[in-house]
């Protein structure tokens, strides 16, 4: 994924890029680097691990330069494999992957042309250094280079000697903005966002090039191009741990006002038009990636329960190349935290291509989802730092029982009030904390197990991504009736099995699972409103939560399975904010 920025103006570079770094870290965290240009000579600093390794760097002189945080796709993370990655007097920052990568290189290599990495992005920088030799022009050397590249990019590029930065866009998300005499470019717009600053969002296949004079942009032959810049106002304040150890624990103790923003963000929106389209369709999809997945397969139970229009939830990266059937009167949702997950911006692509309206349920303003959706959904999350989805994943599940029940009362159908949601979570989330001293069963497990039917099923399935996700310990989300059916020879002494049962037509069936994982040994976990059942003699411990309308009960259960991935990422060791391997935006695919 990656993150990348760009600077030039009056002010020194170097602690322009590294804040910036620090605000995109949420792409990637694995190295980082900058160059800075000072008088026509390029300084390159790059580290292994994360954007604190280049503080030595911030005194560096020079007022332009790039700089990259990393999540490795090609190479080992290490420093030589860090960006900038650099060829003769050019340096660039790249998001994303070049797919063609291997052939070029080794049409490359076959010229004499030695390289010093692993990375896709190397290649890159071998033939705009090629163009920039031949024709000495900067912006026209990057545009040729580009025409050679199959595979997704948002590239700045810097060259010894010249006073701008040319950037360039394609599938990968590309921001630039301009303030006095100083222009920016970035992956996100908070980390180029700032008092008295203007921004543009850059298309796919745009060039841009920036200097002290401003930002001039062009189409993907070159022409001279005209877009509006919006108000990328103050510096919104980097979120911060307060009293908290970690982002994590401090989002989950957030997701009750994630939940009420959402909900009254909703009602006071004026979304009739979409309304009135929902209320239309026939037949709902809902394309996702991880936690925003299983939001999805929550609402198609609550969809499906309380208006009965067929609802069908697909994994982005699978839909995309799955040849979709869409029947007529299909509405497709995308949803995701970021906007940005490159499966489900295709996705979403692709189904409007094939004559869905698209609805973006997105908790970032100005993202690449929104700008392609013909209806926008926002969760008010508030930014999430954090890699593990929590507070988002609840204000998901808001904003989608709430067109959930629009869609139900438009087709004339009763559908329960939302309105008791946020205090409901607030005590959930009281109550959760009972699972800390559940974490020794965990520390010791081989793998877990987390169990539901119907709506329980789906809390389930996302309380074992968060644990599997932060503490690296194997875990499956699984349907209560089907573990006899193979998957029950997997578990013993040292497997702990969490139930999910909040619905309670179905509790009995629940808790046969519960019997047979018992009677092999397992230690049992409860998360329910059911004080019986908490009391049974099966029931190593439990957390009883608020009782709610079985439709949205994953609202609730899932907090107590969030802190409990949260507590046992923190007992084995690990760092529940930055888990390995990880970064908290997929840009690619
Ligand atoms: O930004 P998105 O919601 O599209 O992200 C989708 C997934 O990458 C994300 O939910 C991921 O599964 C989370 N890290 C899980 O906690």
Redesign the pocket.
């Known amino acids: 994924m990656c993150g990348i920025v760009a600077c030039i103006g009056k002010r020194r570079a170097a602690p322009i890029l590294l804040d910036g770094l620090k605000k995109l870290e949420y792409r990637g965290y694995d190295s980082a680097g900058i160059a800075v240009s000072e008088g026509g000579a390029v300084v390159l600093a790059r580290r292994k691990g994360a954007v604190s390794q280049l503080e030595f760097a911030r005194a560096y002189p020079g007022t332009m330069g790039i700089g990259h945080t990393r999540w490795a796709t090609h190479g080992a993370p290490c420093e030589r494999n860090a960006h900038p990655q650099t060829c003769g007097r050019i340096f660039l920052v790249h998001n994303g992957i070049l797919e063609n990568a291997a052939a070029l290189k080794k049409e490359c290599r076959e010229q004499g042309e030695v390289f010093a990495s692993d990375t896709d992005t190397e290649v890159a920088a071998h033939l705009i250094d090629r163009y920039f030799r031949e024709g000495g022009d900067l912006l026209h050397a990057v545009w040729s280079a580009c025409r050679q590249l199959v595979g997704s990019y948002a590239f700045a590029v810097i060259a010894e000697g010249r006073e701008e930065i040319v950037c360039a866009r394609r599938h990968s998300p590309l921001v630039v903005a301009k303030g006095d005499g100083e222009a920016y470019a970035a992956s996100d717009l908070g980390a180029v966002a700032g008092a008295g600053r203007t921004a543009c969002v850059m298309e796919d296949g745009e060039f841009a090039r920036l200097t002290q004079e401003g930002i001039a942009l062009f189409d993907a032959d070159l022409a001279s191009v005209v877009r509006d810049f919006f108000p990328a106002g103050e510096e919104a304040a980097a979120p911060e741990k307060g009293t908290f150890r970690h982002f994590m624990r401090k989002e989950i103790a957030q997701v009750p006002l994630a939940v009420e923003n959402t909900l009254s963000g909703l009602q006071n929106q004026d979304i009739s038009k979409l309304i009135e389209v929902l209320c239309q369709t026939k037949y709902l999809h809902v394309v ?7 939001s999805g397969l929550c609402f198609k139970y609550a969809a499906e329960k309380l208006s009965r229009v067929p609802t069908e939830v697909f994994l982005a990266s699978e839909y995309r190349y799955a040849d979709p059937v869409l029947p007529d009167h299909t509405l497709t949702i995308a ?7 490159a499966d ?1 911006l295709a996705a979403g692509q692709l189904a409007g291509e094939r004559g869905s309206p698209v609805v973006a349920v997105t ?1 970032v303003e100005h993202c690449s989802l929104n700008r392609i959706a013909d209806f926008v959904v926002p969760t008010c999350a508030g930014q999430e730092v954090a ?4 507070k ?2 609840n204000a ?1 599940l808001a904003a989608l029982y709430y067109l959930a029940v629009a869609l139900a009362r438009g087709r004339g159908m009763r559908a329960p009030s939302l309105a008791g949601l946020p205090v409901l979570t607030h005590e959930a989330l009281l109550a959760g904390e009972g699972v800390a001293a559940w974490t020794p069963y965990f520390t010791v497990a081989r793998s877990a197990f987390f169990l539901g039917r119907g709506a329980d099923r789906c809390a389930a399935i996302e309380g074992s ?2 644990l599997k ?1 932060i503490s690296y310990l194997p875990s499956e989300g699984y349907a209560a009736g089907e573990l006899k059916h193979g998957t029950l020879a997997l578990v013993d002494a040292r497997t702990p099995v969490v139930a999910v049962v909040c619905d309670e037509t179905l509790a009995d069936k629940t808790m046969n699972a519960v019997h047979e994982v018992y009677a092999r040994g397992a230690p049992v976990f409860l998360v329910t409103p059911f004080e019986e059942l908490a009391r049974s003699e099966q029931v190593t411990a439990s957390v009883l939560i608020p009782r709610c309308e079985p439709a949205f009960s994953p609202m609730l259960s899932v907090i107590p399975l969030q802190l409990l991935a949260y507590h046992v990422a923190l007992a084995l060791g690990r760092d529940p904010d930055k888990p390995r391997n ?1 970064a ?3 840009t690619v695919e």
């Open positions: 996702a990636c991880g936690t925003a997945y299983h949803v995701s935290q970021s906007g940005e997950t489900t908790n890699v593990a989805a929590t988002s994943f998901q991504l968060k996700e990880l908290k935006s997929v």
